[in-house]
């Protein structure tokens, strides 16, 4: 590892201790004063525009480019610097889950891999050391204190760390999106091969219990990709009580945000404040078009539809 690596490594340790083991305990802040919110789903179906749809619409906190770059202690920065969103923009753009701004929201896997894993993805109650969960709570507290409004989270590796995250914050809450499991699954090729170069490599969370292996087939892979994420969100989901998890398709926000707001809003006022408007979001937003891709892989989706039991059922 090179010196500066080193030294970026043992500063970014030193300022995650200082936030968490002696500037939260110094505020009395070490567990969040609002029940953080997590927005889970499989990648690729549409968790991202749901995310910049929710801070721009409301004055939640949230992770930000801008706190990503300081994952080490992100509450800490934000209460020192007095960093506030700039004006909202009405950028809706992102690539990958990937927002450009500095202000955009961020899925920000340092920030999570402070406290989980690289590898299993998936992590059960108990998984995650108490030290470890402590300090998350801590570094949760730290950012709700310093955005003083519930703080959104979106990272999509969380779909399958829900029961960790239910142990370290035992009031949060869950916002799952779905989308039509035929173009969650072109989209998730397509993004293979544009991050992988190959439509063959696999991309994203790695749900716990799959049954195909880095050499199957990627169809079968991108299919059993998602339904293995709404299968493990759909059984640590029912170990909650219902009013702390709410399910959105990704299609019906799309064509109302309206109605989509309203319903995320009734949901996080039964639990916490309910912040003040934001900015003004579209009515609606167009359908992406079907990517482009091979003929071959294009006609084996379809037959995979074709046979419903295989396939994800869309939410209703």
Same mark, same amino acid.
């Given at each position: 590892?090179?010196?500066?690596?080193?030294?970026?490594?043992?500063?970014?340790?030193?300022?995650?201790?200082?936030? =968490?083991?002696?500037?939260?305990?110094?505020?009395?802040? =070490?567990? @969040?004063?609002?029940? @953080?919110?997590?927005?889970?789903? +499989? @990648?690729?179906?549409?968790? =991202?525009?749901?995310? !910049?749809?929710?801070?721009? +619409?409301?004055?939640?906190?949230?992770?930000?480019?801008?706190?990503?770059?300081?994952? +080490?202690?992100?509450?800490l920065w934000h209460s020192f610097t007095g960093w506030r969103p700039g004006k909202t923009s009405g950028d809706f753009a992102s690539s990958g889950g990937r927002t450009k701004s500095p202000d955009g929201p961020s899925e920000c896997g340092a920030f999570w891999y402070r406290f989980f894993p690289r590898n299993p993805h998936s992590a059960g109650r108990g998984a995650i050391p108490h030290g470890r969960l402590r300090q998350m709570t801590a570094s949760v507290a730290a950012l709700t204190q310093a955005c003083d409004a519930p703080v959104i989270f979106k990272n999509v590796i969380n779909s399958v760390r829900m029961a960790a995250l239910d142990e370290a914050f035992p009031d949060c809450l869950f916002i799952e999106v779905r989308r039509d499991p035929e173009r969650n699954a072109?989209?998730?090729?397509? !993004?293979?091969?544009?991050?992988?170069?190959?439509?063959?490599? /696999? /991309?994203?969370?790695?749900?716990?219990?799959? =049954?195909?292996?880095? !050499?199957?087939? @990627?169809?079968?892979?991108?299919?059993? !990709?998602?339904?293995?994420?709404?299968?493990?969100?759909? +059984?640590?989901?029912s170990t909650l009580p219902d009013e702390r998890f709410l399910s959105v398709q990704y299609e019906d926000f799309l064509e109302d945000t309206a109605a989509t707001l309203a319903r995320v809003d009734a949901f996080v006022a039964r639990h916490t404040m309910l912040p003040a408007t934001r900015g003004q979001v579209p009515p609606s937003f167009p359908e992406t078009k079907a990517p482009a891709l091979p003929d071959a892989l294009q006609t084996e989706i379809a037959a995979v539809c074709n046979s419903p039991a295989h396939v994800p059922e869309r939410s209703t």
């Open positions: 590892m090179q010196p500066l690596k080193i030294a970026k490594h043992f500063s970014n340790k030193a300022l995650g201790f200082f936030e =968490t083991d002696i500037y939260c305990r110094l505020t009395g802040q =070490t567990y @969040p004063k609002y029940p @953080p919110i997590f927005i889970i789903g +499989a @990648p690729r179906s549409g968790t =991202t525009l749901f995310y !910049q749809l929710l801070v721009q +619409a409301r004055a939640y906190g949230y992770i930000s480019n801008w706190h990503c770059a300081r994952h +080490a202690a992100p509450g072109q989209s998730i090729l397509a !993004q293979r091969k544009l991050e992988n170069g190959t439509y063959d490599d /696999w /991309w994203s969370v790695r749900p716990a219990g799959l =049954t195909v292996s880095d !050499q199957d087939d @990627p169809v079968r892979q991108v299919f059993e !990709q998602i339904e293995a994420v709404r299968k493990s969100v759909a +059984a640590d989901a």
